[in-house]
């Protein structure tokens, strides 16, 4: 049986290729009171996730080697139960529609805004968003 990785803590897992980025998430995440698991690539995320899961992905989709679509392609195969928010720099017309099929809860735009983020947060997470605090449609 896969285990939660919080200890009565909420866990946010970050799969980024970018140093930078995975640094600036994690800590504006520790920051709200969030654990942080940060990864570099889907295939190693993807064996820790079969013994313990986080309680929601922050997903990259365009690293080398296993491409977040991959990552969340994997995650759907499997019947993970991970909400995932996918981050990307590269905007493009038909991503968001892509990862959304996938099972995505959000799609957020490189730089991430922290109001954004902390509502898509609460949002794949089971929390109710106000009309204030919701993100901009797809």
């Known amino acids: 049986m896969v285990e939660p990785m919080n200890n009565g803590r909420t866990t946010?897992?970050?799969?980024?290729?970018?140093?930078?980025?995975?640094?600036?998430?994690?800590?504006?995440?520790?920051?709200?009171?969030?654990l942080v698991e940060t990864h570099t690539m889907g295939s190693e995320m993807l064996q820790i996730f079969s013994e313990q899961l986080p309680d929601c992905l922050l997903l990259d989709l365009h690293m080398p080697g296993m491409t977040g679509f991959e990552v969340?392609?994997?995650?759907?195969?499997?019947?993970?139960p991970v909400p995932v928010i996918v981050i990307t720099g590269h905007d493009e017309p038909k991503n968001a529609e892509r990862v959304l099929l996938l099972g995505a809860v959000a799609?957020?735009?490189?730089?991430?805004?922290?109001?954004?983020?902390?509502?898509?947060?609460?949002?794949?997470?089971?929390?109710?968003?106000?009309?204030?605090?919701?993100?901009?449609e797809f």
């Open 12 to 34: 946010i897992a970050i799969l980024d290729d970018e140093v930078q980025m995975r640094k600036a998430l994690g800590r504006l995440l520790r920051t709200h009171g969030f």
């Open 107 to 136: 799609y957020l735009t490189k730089p991430i805004d922290e109001t954004i983020l902390l509502s898509a947060l609460q949002k794949a997470m089971g929390g109710s968003c106000s009309k204030e605090e919701t993100f901009p």
């Open 72 to 80: 969340m392609e994997a995650l759907r195969a499997r019947h993970c």
